[in-house]
């Protein structure tokens, strides 16, 4: 039973436009949502995370938009960079629950064509 | 400040054997979290260790198993290799007891053949 799903295995943008990066979730017990970056061969990097008292919260070229009643979110990434091509990792946590893991979806590979 | 560190990078095991990682955490954190990480299946959780306990534990069957030591300094063993546990596996430290941000290491890429 996947808790966390993001849809779209890839994605590819022209540089200097907008990219999209979805994610649903099932779980209602999350409540702190993050989203990470990974370059091949290495870890993945925290990139921006939101609570589910926000909908919204940005980061320089990143955005990150939570609806909680469609149990959905959104990265924005504003202008897209050929260096922003990576694997995008949605994950989630259930914090108020007291769990301490993260639930990660399966990740969305960007590519960014200059 | 140096960042997580896990050893080794790489290993190449044969079934049946019996492999140990090893992780170091940024300092001053004293949780760590394993991941295991197998193309398509996305990133799935292990287990984690704050101050040299186990608090949560994945879906994994008993031959995975896990440490962390008075240092915070953490260890994941897996016995009895099969084919289908070659992954990354990857250990993230959080500075914080409710783990609100990860921070990965690198991994150690494990090939069973």
């Known amino acids: 039973d996947q808790q966390v799903k993001q849809n779209s295995p890839s994605l590819s943008v022209q540089e200097g436009r907008i990219s999209i990066l979805n994610c649903d979730y099932t779980?209602?017990?999350?409540?702190?949502f993050l989203w990470y970056k990974k370059y091949p061969a290495e870890g993945p990097t925290f990139l921006i995370s939101?609570?589910?008292?926000?909908d919204k919260n940005e980061d320089g070229r990143f955005t990150v938009f939570l609806n909680k009643s469609a149990k959905h979110l959104s990265l924005h990434i504003v202008p897209s960079q050929p260096g922003d091509s990576a694997v995008y990792f949605c994950?989630?946590?259930?914090?108020?629950?007291?769990?301490?893991?993260?639930?990660f979806g399966k990740g969305t590979k960007l590519s960014v064509i200059p | 400040k140096a960042g997580v560190t896990q050893t080794p990078r790489y290993l190449i095991k044969t079934r049946g054997q019996q492999v140990t990682l090893s992780c170091s955490p940024i300092?001053?954190?004293?949780?760590v979290s394993w991941y295991q990480q197998t193309p398509g299946q996305g990133l799935q959780f292990l287990f984690e260790?704050?101050?040299?306990?186990?608090?949560n534990k994945g879906n994994f069957p008993g031959r995975f198993s896990g440490r962390q030591f008075s240092n915070s300094r953490s260890e994941m063993n897996v016995s009895t290799l099969e084919l289908g546990d070659s992954a990354l596996y990857l250990c993230?430290?959080?500075?914080?007891?409710?783990?609100?941000?990860?921070?990965f290491g690198s991994g150690t890429q494990l090939s069973v053949l």
């Open positions: 993230a430290s959080s500075l914080t007891a409710t783990n609100e941000k990860l921070f």
């Open positions: 939101i609570s589910s008292i926000k």
């Open positions: 300092s001053g954190h004293r949780s």
């Open positions: 994950a989630a946590s259930a914090l108020g629950a007291g769990s301490y893991q993260l639930t």
């Open positions: 779980n209602s017990m999350f409540d702190y």
């Open positions: 260790y704050f101050s040299e306990t186990q608090r």
